[in-house]
């Protein structure tokens, strides 16, 4: 057991203006499946054909390997019909590839460690899977700037052990970082534990290059090339030959793919400023009572804290439940003396907060958390909670959290949905939409929230006790979420993109200006419309 301290026991909905033209419908009238004479082009390309192409006409082998690791999403929500996958290893390869669809009118979906929530990943017809797994090279982390340069397929997790090699940390941290690929978080503009702290993508990733849908390629502030002996330099364009922290020249293109999810181009590399590695770490799980007493452990982390506060996590006792009968069994026993039958008895719904600091002064940042957390207790905002003695104890607390999304899957299907609120509001669309689903007689379903509660970033959770997918329930439930998230002007999307699932509903969120030039946007980069075709735009 750890503790704390001597004194502390821890055992509007908008007007809808139609676009011009509507990519979906116009890219099923236009776009074909993949034919015998395009995989032997394919084949010709590529310097590793037998490895770099997965024809699912070949054999069933082939057709059950493509159905089970390319066209199943994790939530296994989505099933895409795609019987070719290609897997280049260089820029070159990606740009021959696209060039050719481009002609052609053949579908592109991109890929990446396939983990995402909505869809974006998962083919809809028989388009090609551009799979970015081969090209995983770490180039340079620069020791004066501290801006790491990798290929867009590298595994997060491996740039996390590749910056803390080199004394840097990088910034992005998501659950998924074992699996999930630079490239994807780039393209959803994945946020992470740790955006309240080091901020979104769209400010840390300094240098992009990118392929387009004609083939052209886009080296914005990237000075690497796996290509450096092609002299062709009529489909390549540079603007810095250097990945410069500060270049005020011109528009900033990359902040265009930063969340495009692939329906303007293709990422094949990206620069990503890092700051230093932190030499203290404090993490603590509080438990308190009530939602005002996460908004004064909100204000007050602040205040105590400071430039130290790196992330602060919640987690609600429904969803604490499911990780502790569905877990991994890491952190079980913090969760049974959190959960305590005290608690249960008294029909009390606790709340669980993860807070975590990073500094470089542990003495002096151990004194600010302690102290911390010594006003919470006296002012009563915090009933019980565990402060992490060592790097074990802070391994399970997060592991605790990161148990949440793994867990819930496991307990039946899941309704998935990853919103932005305003923060005072961040439990009362829960409770409503509680409320709601009794109301129609959904009872059976239970609602679990957890997230980035200090940037208002919710993961509301509904889940069912069967595994099959109910088509009606599921609109009348995303109503209800996107109802209550909407009148209270937030975001349906948070950090999880748009893909599939969402791209219906962009019509009532965006302005029809806003639409009418994202559409514009579209038919320029991609007038043939084989970028990810059916995603993201309504």
């Known amino acids: 057991m750890f503790s704390l301290t001597s004194r502390l026991r821890f055992g509007i909905r908008y007007a809808i203006v139609p676009s011009r033209r509507n990519a979906s419908d116009h890219s099923k009238n236009k776009l074909r499946g993949p034919l015998a004479q395009d995989v032997s082009y394919f084949r010709s390309v590529l310097a590793r054909p037998g490895h770099s192409v997965l024809d699912g006409t070949a054999t069933q082998d082939v057709k059950d390997e493509i159905d089970n690791r390319y066209n199943a ?36 979906t991109p890929q990446g460690g396939n983990t995402g929530l909505c869809g974006g990943a998962t083919s809809i017809s028989n388009e090609v899977i551009l799979s970015m797994e081969y090209m995983n090279r770490i180039y340079k982390l620069d020791e004066y700037s501290g801006v790491l340069t990798c290929d867009a397929g590298c595994i997060l997790q491996s740039l996390h052990d590749y910056a803390e090699e080199k004394g840097y940390l990088f910034p992005l941290d998501i659950g998924s970082k074992g699996t999930c690929q630079i490239g994807g978080n780039v393209s959803t503009n994945a946020g992470g534990h740790h955006f309240f702290r ?40 540079q603007q810095s030959s250097a990945s410069l922290r500060k270049d005020n020249t011109g528009y900033d293109l990359k902040q265009l793919f930063i969340g495009g999810e692939g329906t303007l181009g293709i990422v094949t590399k990206v620069a990503v400023a890092c700051p230093a590695l932190p030499t203290s770490k404090n993490v603590a799980l509080l438990v308190c009572n009530s939602y005002s007493d996460v908004l004064q452990i909100l204000k007050t982390s602040k205040e105590e804290l400071g430039e130290i506060l790196s992330a602060i996590e919640l987690i609600d006792s429904n969803t604490m439940k499911f990780v502790q009968k569905y877990g991994s069994g890491i952190g079980d026993h913090l969760i049974s003396e959190l959960l305590s039958p005290e608690a249960e008895a008294a029909d009390k719904q606790p709340l669980f907060i993860l807070v975590e600091s990073q500094g470089c002064d542990q003495e002096s940042d151990s004194s600010k958390m302690d102290a911390f957390l010594t006003s919470l207790y006296e002012s009563s905002t915090i009933e019980n909670g565990f402060l992490a003695q060592d790097s074990k104890h802070i391994e399970e607390i997060w592991g605790i959290r990161e148990s949440c999304n793994p867990s819930v899957a496991r307990a039946g299907y899941v309704h998935k949905f990853d919103v932005s609120i305003g923060i005072e509001a961040y439990m009362e669309v829960a409770e409503e939409v509680s409320d709601a689903l009794e109301n129609a007689n959904l009872s059976d379903l239970t609602v679990c929230v957890w997230g980035h509660v200090a940037d208002g970033n919710a993961h509301i959770n509904i889940v069912s006790g069967q595994f099959d997918k109910d088509a009606v329930r599921e609109e009348t439930i995303e109503n209800i979420v996107y109802s209550s998230v909407m009148k209270r002007k937030g975001s349906i999307s948070a950090e999880h993109g748009i893909g599939q699932s969402k791209c219906k509903y962009m019509s009532q969120i965006k302005d029809g200006a806003v639409l009418e030039l994202m559409s514009q946007m579209k038919n320029l980069f991609d007038p043939h419309f084989i970028m990810n075709p059916g995603k993201y735009l309504p």
């Not at 019987?83 to 002609?103: A, F, G, H, M």
């Not at 400010?203 to 990237?222: H, I, K, P, Q, S």
Request: hydrophobic content about 30%.
């Open 73 to 108: 999403d994790w939530t296994k929500n989505y099933q895409g019909s795609s019987d070719l996958v290609l897997r280049p290893q260089s820029t070159s390869e990606v740009s021959s590839i696209l060039k050719y669809c481009n002609e052609n009118y053949i579908g592109i």
């Open 198 to 237: 080091f901020g979104g993508l769209h400010g840390t990733v300094v240098g992009m290059e990118v392929v387009l849908a004609d083939g052209r390629v886009l080296r914005m502030n990237v000075d690497v090339s796996d290509d450096d002996n092609n002299d062709d330099c009529t489909h390549r364009f």
